[in-house]
């Protein structure tokens, strides 16, 4: 042979099998940060390349091509990559895709423009969601009520609420903290702002906010709230026109029997709740399983469940990890009564040891919506004036990995679920 015939031989060969594709793989022992591989990958959609979720594969792994700046990329941020020639890859696909296997591709179309929903001056770490997003790069807007009451959402697709008290009782702080300095400023700027936005209380301002998040999602938008976030924005909305403020919240008193006024139809996710109304209890209602868990620190675990690849995609999605079995941690509201949920909402995880959901997700009108119970995934009970989590040593989360599913899953073609 020829070196010529040679030469020739060897680029063709070469040119065959040579690099297609790139794999993010996700599962516990190969990826070195998983959190900054959904960044990667946002990265990625934002950059106008394709890509796939591999549901179900090797942890949820992310498929994209083969680029040299996508390489640089995550070499950058720490997260490990595999380099897949166009027939590794194809093979990937052809085991997924069997009907005997419990996988999916999903097709990841475009980044989605995610707001934060948090008050001015908040810091980082007072907010996971916040925190993970900037951990792993992935931008994000800031507004708060004046954003959203004059219809800013219409400009994002995805919406996340802070650890926030939408019934007007500032976060039911009163019994602990109405001489804190903190306490005393939050509730003069909450009131100076509700009286700037033609409101004469503040329950009456955050149920305008509330309404139009509701508006946003039953519109097509997808939304996600933590911690005290979740029942609260419930409760305001079935209390519409109704005062279930105390004086010392709104300056008089409540409606005698409000608790019958209650209209359960309006909510998300929750319903035949009862509220708490004494002020000085840290509590907004019966929903949240704080003060009725008993459960032992070194056991408090919630299991994620199980679904369809293939005809559950949604819930597949978020609930994509590296162990089905996420370690529990704490908040203003923890975690959800499981008979005082929706029978349509979904569960997506739950402690076994009490039934309690810690993870729940629903439709409204065109939209989703997915409630999570606590502050914060790596604090396992997180307090006022708590240092910060240093997510640097927590790269490999399955607790702020579930938060990372629902920011990245609006980019998913859409494909209807099927249960």
Known sequence: MSI???????LLICNFCRANFILLPMDETTQQNHLKAYGITYWCLDKQYKASWLLNYRGGSFLLPDAPEIRKECQIRGVSFEVLSDSQANAILDEISSPSQNMETVVLEKAPKIAVYT?????????????????????????YDEAVLSDQLLLYDWLHLHHEDFTGQYGKF?????????????????????KKLGYNKVSEE???VAK??????IGGGFMFAMCSATDSFDIALSAEGV???E?????DGSDASYQSKI?????????DFTLERRPERYEFSDIDMTEKRKIPFEQDYFTLMEFSAKWDVVPSMLCQNHTQLVKGFMGQTTSFERDLIKSNVLVLGECQLNGEARYIHGQKGKGMFTFYGGHDPEDYQHRVGDEPTVLDLHPNSPGFRLILNNVLFPAARKKKQKT
């Open 119 to 143: 008050p001015p001056g908040k810091q980082p770490w007072d907010d996971a969601v916040t925190m993970v997003l900037k951990y792993a790069e992935i931008p994000f807007t800031e507004l």
């Open 263 to 271: 209209d359960y139809s309006k909510t998300f996710a929750f319903k």
């Open 174 to 194: 009163y019994g602990m903290y109405r001489d804190a300095p903190w306490y005393i400023e939050q509730k003069r700027d909450a009131e100076a702002l509700a």
């Open 212 to 217: 139009k998040i509701r508006d946003f999602v």
């Open 206 to 208: 955050k149920l305008a």
């Open 247 to 251: 004086p010392m919240f709104d300056g």
């Open 243 to 245: 005062d279930i403020c």
């Open 4 to 10: 010529r015939n040679f030469l020739f031989i060897t």
